[in-house]
C-alpha cells in the first residue's frame, strides 16, 4: 500500500450544459489513513470532487487513483472502487432507498451478496454505534433531518470502506449528536480508515482534522497539517474563509501569559498553555 | 399515500403479530365473506371492526370516517339498483311514488340484491381496511416476496412507495413556502401558485430521480433491490385462538341460516 490511499491528476469536470467548469485542474493526494477536511466557499467544487472520487461522474480530463491503481469506467472495477470508497452525500435523502432504517441499513449489505446472518449481525451492531436501535422498525418518512443524515452515515459505516467521503456530515445535528458523531468518526478513523470530510464548519476542522485541502473555484489552493494550513490562511484574508475561533484567541492573547508556543486546538488545551 | 394511515399501521397494537398470521387470518374472512348470507357478513364487519379499534387501537372515529366514506360511495350506485322505473309499479312492490307520469318503486327482489351487495362490500372493506391498518407496507413486501409473484414487481412496489412519500415532501414544502409568502390569499392567486406548484414539482421530481439514482449507484446498487429486516414478531394463541374459533362460528352460523331461514 502505497501512502496515499486516493490522487486526482489534473481532473477538469464540467456539468452538461454548464458554462463553467465546476472542477478544473484538480490535483491533489490524500494521505492514508488521516482525519481530512476539505474546505472552501460555496459552489467551490467539494460536492462534485466527492461526485468524481466515487466514480458517479467520468472525469473530461484528467485521471483519478486508488492505492496508485487509476480507476477504470467498466461495471467491474466500479464495483469493487465503490466497495473500497464509501460516499455520504450532502443531502441524506439521496441516498435512503429502504422504506426503513434497518432496511435501509441493510441495503449496501444485501448488495455485497454477504450471507444473511453476517448483514443481520452487521446492522444490529451498526444500529447500536448510531444510537439507531430505537428507530430500527421506523419508516424513513417519519424520521428528522437530523435522524435521516445519521441513517444515511450508518449505511456507508456498515460497509468499513477503506475510504469514507462525507459531504457536510454535521448539518441537521444537534449538539449531542454531532458530539456523538464525532466519537463515532474518531473510532471508525482509529480502526485505520481513512476519512474526508467536506464542511464548512472551520472550529469543527480546527479540532478534528489533521490535514486540510483547501479547494477555490474548482482547484486544490493549499493542502497540509492543520496549523500549517491555518497559518497560510491567516496570511490570505481575501479569501474570506474565516478563521476557527480558538486560533483567533491564541492569537490575540499577549505573549507574556502563553506556556507553549503551538496554537491549542482545544478549550482544555487552550486553559493549559496560559498561566493566570 | 395517506400518512396517517401509514404512520398506524406503524403504530399498532398488532404490529408486533407476525404479518402472515394477519393476513391468513384477513383472507379466510374475505373468502368467507364472498359465500355466506349477509346477517354472517355483517358479523364479520362487527368482528373486524372489533379487532381494528380494539384489539389494534385504531381510532373509532379515524376507523368509521374511512369506512363510511368508502360505503357512501356504495351507497349512491344501490340507489341505482333499488329504484325502478315503470309506467305502472308491479302489485308485488314494497313502494311506490308518482313521478313523471310513470311511477318509480321498490320491488323485493332488487331491494334484496341490494343488501346482499352491501353486506359483502362492507364485509371485504372491512377486513381490507383491518389489513392496511395493521401490517405497515413494508411488511407487506416481505411476505409478497415469499409468493411466487416475480420479485421485479415487489421491488418496484417498495421503490414507489418510497418515492411516493419523496413526492409528498416535495410537493408539501412548496405548498408551505408559497402560502407562507401569501400565494394563496386571492382565488386567482391560488390559481397560478397550483399551476406553478404542479410545474415545479415536475422539475423537481426529475432532479430528485436523477439524485437518487446518483446515491443508488454510490451504495454499491446490484441490479437488484434487497433489504434485510428483523422479523421480532410473536405469535399469539390468543389472537390464533379467537380467529380460528370465530371462523368456526361464522360458519356454524352460515349452516343454521341455510338450514332455518
Ligand atoms: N447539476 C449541476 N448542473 C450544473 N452545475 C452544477 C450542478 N451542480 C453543481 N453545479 C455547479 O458546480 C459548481 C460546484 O458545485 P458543488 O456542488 O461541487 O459545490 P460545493 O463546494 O459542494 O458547494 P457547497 O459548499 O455549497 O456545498 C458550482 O458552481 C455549482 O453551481
Ligand atoms: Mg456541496
Not at chain 1, 476542522?205 to 500549517?228: F, K, N, P
Request: proline content about 5%; glycine content about 6%.
Amino acid at each position: 500500500m502505497s501512502d496515499y490511499l486516493l490522487e486526482m491528476q489534473g481532473v477538469d469536470y464540467t456539468y452538461p450544459m454548464a458554462e463553467q467548469a465546476a472542477v478544473k485542474n484538480l490535483s491533489f493526494r490524500l494521505p492514508a489513513g488521516r482525519k481530512t477536511a476539505l474546505i472552501g466557499q460555496n459552489g467551490c467544487g467539494k460536492s462534485t470532487l466527492f461526485l468524481l472520487a466515487d466514480g458517479l461522474f467520468r472525469p473530461q480530463q484528467g485521471e483519478i487513483l486508488l492505492d496508485g491503481v487509476p480507476l477504470k469506467f467498466d461495471r467491474q472495477t466500479l464495483n469493487r472502487w465503490r466497495q473500497r470508497v464509501g460516499l455520504v452525500f450532502q443531502d441524506p435523502e439521496q441516498q435512503l432507498v429502504a422504506p426503513t432504517v434497518e432496511s435501509d441499513i441493510s441495503y449496501g449489505l444485501c448488495n455485497q451478496n454477504l450471507p444473511t446472518t453476517e448483514i443481520a449481525d452487521r446492522v444490529q451492531q451498526t444500529l447500536a454505534d448510531f444510537q439507531l436501535t430505537e428507530l430500527a422498525r421506523r419508516p424513513l418518512h417519519h424520521l428528522s433531518l437530523g435522524q435521516k443524515k445519521r441513517v444515511s452515515i450508518a449505511g456507508v459505516m456498515t460497509l468499513r470502506p477503506d475510504l469514507v467521503l462525507l459531504d457536510e456530515p454535521t448539518a441537521y445535528l444537534d449538539a449531542l449528536q454531532t458530539k456523538n458523531l464525532l466519537l463515532e468518526l474518531d473510532s471508525i478513523a482509529q480502526s485505520g480508515t481513512t476519512l474526508l470530510i467536506a464542511t464548512h464548519d472551520l472550529d469543527f476542522v480546527y479540532q478534528w482534522a489533521d490535514w486540510i485541502l483547501v479547494m477555490q473555484q474548482g482547484s486544490l489552493l493549499l493542502e497540509g497539517e492543520t496549523l500549517a494550513v491555518f497559518e497560510q490562511l491567516q496570511a490570505l484574508p481575501d479569501l474570506e474563509l474565516g478563521l476557527p475561533l480558538l486560533w483567533q484567541v491564541w492569537n490575540m492573547l499577549p505573549p507574556a501569559i502563553k506556556l507553549k508556543t503551538v496554537p491549542p486546538r482545544s478549550i482544555k488545551k487552550l486553559h493549559d498553555s496560559l498561566h493566570f | 399515500m395517506n400518512t396517517q394511515l401509514d404512520a398506524l399501521a406503524y403504530s399498532n397494537r398488532l404490529r408486533s403479530l407476525p404479518p402472515k398470521q394477519k393476513l391468513f387470518f384477513a383472507l379466510a374472512l374475505l373468502v368467507t365473506a364472498m359465500f355466506v348470507h349477509p346477517p354472517i357478513q355483517l358479523a364479520i364487519s362487527l368482528w373486524m371492526l372489533v379487532w381494528t379499534v380494539f384489539y389494534a387501537g385504531i381510532p373509532w372515529r379515524f376507523y368509521l370516517g374511512m369506512v363510511l366514506g368508502v360505503m357512501s360511495f356504495l351507497l349512491t350506485s344501490l340507489v341505482a339498483i333499488i329504484g325502478n322505473f315503470a309506467s305502472l309499479a308491479p302489485a308485488d312492490s314494497l313502494w311506490s311514488w308518482p313521478l313523471w307520469g310513470g311511477q318509480v318503486y321498490v320491488s323485493m327482489g332488487a331491494l334484496q340484491q341490494a343488501i346482499e351487495i352491501f353486506s359483502r362490500s362492507l364485509a371485504s372493506t372491512a377486513t381490507l381496511f383491518f389489513i392496511i391498518l395493521t401490517v405497515p407496507f413494508a411488511e407487506l413486501a416481505v411476505v409478497l416476496e415469499q409468493t411466487p409473484l416475480p420479485t421485479i414487481l415487489t421491488e418496484l412496489l417498495l421503490l414507489c412507495y418510497r418515492f411516493i412519500f419523496l413526492l409528498a415532501e416535495v410537493a408539501q414544502s412548496i405548498a408551505i413556502a408559497q402560502q407562507s409568502r401569501g400565494g394563496y390569499r386571492t382565488r386567482r392567486l391560488a390559481l397560478s401558485s397550483v399551476s406553478l406548484l404542479i410545474r415545479q414539482l415536475i422539475q423537481r421530481t426529475a432532479l430528485r430521480y436523477q439524485q437518487i439514482a446518483l446515491g443508488i449507484k454510490a451504495r454499491g446498487f446490484n441490479q437488484e433491490f434487497r433489504f434485510w429486516q428483523s422479523q421480532p414478531y410473536k405469535y399469539s394463541w390468543r389472537y390464533g385462538l379467537e380467529s380460528i374459533a370465530g371462523c368456526i362460528l361464522l360458519i356454524i352460523g352460515e349452516v343454521f341460516y341455510r338450514i332455518y331461514v
